[in-house]
């Protein structure tokens, strides 16, 4: 709807594919779609998985079926890219680009809710993201309360329910939550808000000391970014003949993405199966060492580029062809495969051993998010990037034309962010405090130490434990 030959009447513009075609409307409904988009994508990946192990729990009995479907459904997965790539660049009304993804969604959500009554239904368990609200709220109520001097009078649950993390010492201010008022039992207490149990508050506190870990995955995101724009970009103008066939830009896409799942998710995971204790920070490092040396690569490649356009003066001449193999770019998208790969391996690995069993699935994809943040902030490191550049009256980095700019420059900041975000993280693993040490954190007799006494918190990491 927002191409120009399909409102061109309503909106009194012309049906031309050029700039001055396109108004305000248009305009509108394109960024209200891509919007769309995001919303769709991400309603996507945090519903289907779950949703597909919900129905294989419910309906062993077609085990055999789906295990005949596997190889149909894996031809697909490879066959449907590969045709997609291909012929994209010889569809040429944006009208149809757009339109044909729209209707085969459309074909599948009809398809989808043709099945929706034999579906199975799951009830509904509640969010733990109420939970960590919870305690900051019961926390907060009870600010002016003293803590027992037994941690045993703590609220520990309903009777015959498990304690699954030991006590810790970090964030005690958050324990108050389980505190019982004098005069009053747990049973007279039917606000939910108000009183939390202990394996509520540790689960927050774990929560809670994974967000300086999650603030190292932004500059991951800002660099995975750079190969869906600038490294599209650079490939755009370069030489992509092989033969008399034209690459078309989406396979550089498609081998970076076969490079991610058929060579690099199998390293990650035997160093995640050789380290089990610390092998997720130890594939996160991996992940951001392929980070610098991804920024890096660019560098000198942009630098080689910048050379064959100034050599053959083509600074002025955005439109032409470069004449440099577009296969150089190849080692920056092998690297940044790379770290596609160790970083999500190595984060669902974290999290699987680190947070509590009902955050799981949540934590996953909240890392995503905050991945994701990092997409959001490569625009704004671009923009402060470019304006420190121009301090001194100096010139912007960032020009209309990747001709005149210094893209070099700026993977060299990358490069720079990414190594002091690596040495950033290694200090914040290092502190952390993991769940296996918390399990080696109990008495002779078996039990948590006191909340009150702390002497194997003390022991063990101090205060600078997160």
């Not at 009902?358 to 990092?374: A, E, T």
């Not at 990747?402 to 690596?422: C, I, T």
């Given at each position: ?7 061109a009447?309503?909106?009194g513009?012309c ?27 991400a ?42 790539a ?13 339109g ?31 939970t ?98 600038y ?49 997720s ?11 610098i ?131 950033v ?11 296996d ?24 990491c ?5």
């Amino acid at each position: 709807m927002s191409t120009p030959p399909v409102l061109a009447n309503a909106t009194g513009t012309c049906k031309k594919y050029e700039h001055h075609c396109v108004g305000h409307t248009q305009k509108v409904m394109f960024y209200t779609g891509m919007s769309l988009i995001a919303v769709g994508v991400a309603g996507n990946l945090v519903s289907i998985k779950p949703f597909l192990e919900e129905q294989r729990e419910e309906t062993d009995d077609n085990a055999a079926l789906r295990d005949c479907l596997k190889i149909p459904f894996f031809c697909l997965v490879v066959i449907v890219p590969i045709v997609g790539a291909i012929a994209l660049p010889y569809i040429k009304p944006w009208s149809l680009r757009f339109g044909i993804p729209a209707i085969c969604t459309l074909v599948a959500m009809l398809l989808f809710l043709s099945g929706s009554f034999t579906y199975e239904k799951a009830e509904p368990e509640g969010s733990p993201i109420t939970t960590v609200c919870r305690v900051f709220v019961a926390a907060a109520s009870k600010n002016s309360q003293s803590f027992p001097a037994d941690a045993e009078l703590l609220y520990q649950g309903n009777a015959g329910q498990p304690q699954q993390f030991p006590h810790t010492r970090f964030l005690r201010c958050l324990e108050k939550a389980a505190i019982i008022p004098p005069g009053t039992t747990p049973e007279d207490e039917t606000n939910r808000w108000k009183l939390c149990s202990v394996t509520e508050v540790e689960s927050a506190k774990i929560t809670l000391r994974m967000v300086p870990m999650w603030t190292t995955f932004i500059v991951c995101g800002i660099v995975s970014s750079v190969g869906n724009t600038y490294f599209i970009e650079q490939a755009s103008k370069m030489n992509r003949k092989l033969g008399t066939w034209k690459v078309p830009l989406q396979i550089l896409l498609l081998l970076s993405q076969w490079a991610k799942k058929f060579l690099f998710d199998s390293l990650a995971k035997r160093v995640l199966k050789k380290h089990k204790t610390y092998g997720s920070p130890i594939g996160i490092v991996v992940a951001m060492i392929f980070s610098i040396l991804c920024c890096i690569t660019a560098a000198r490649v942009e630098i080689s580029r910048l050379k064959t356009i100034r050599n053959h003066g083509l600074i002025d001449k955005p439109d032409d062809v470069i004449p440099m193999r577009v296969f150089w770019l190849l080692f920056q998208f092998f690297l940044l495969a790379g770290l596609d790969s160790f970083f999500e391996k190595s984060v669902a690995a974290f999290y699987d051993t680190q947070s509590p069993e009902c955050m799981k699935s949540y934590l996953r994809f909240f890392s995503r998010g905050v991945s994701g943040l990092g997409f959001m902030c490569s625009v704004l490191s671009v923009y402060v990037v470019g304006m420190i550049s121009e301090k001194g009256g100096g010139k912007n980095w960032f020009q209309l034309t990747l001709n005149k700019s210094r893209l070099d420059r700026y993977y060299w900041v990358l490069a720079g962010l990414s190594s002091v975000n690596l040495v950033v993280f290694v200090v914040v693993a290092t502190c952390y405090r993991y769940r296996d040490m918390e399990a080696s954190g109990v008495d002779a007799e078996g039990g948590a130490a006191p909340i009150g006494s702390g002497e194997v918190e003390d022991k063990q990491c101090g205060y600078c434990c997160l």
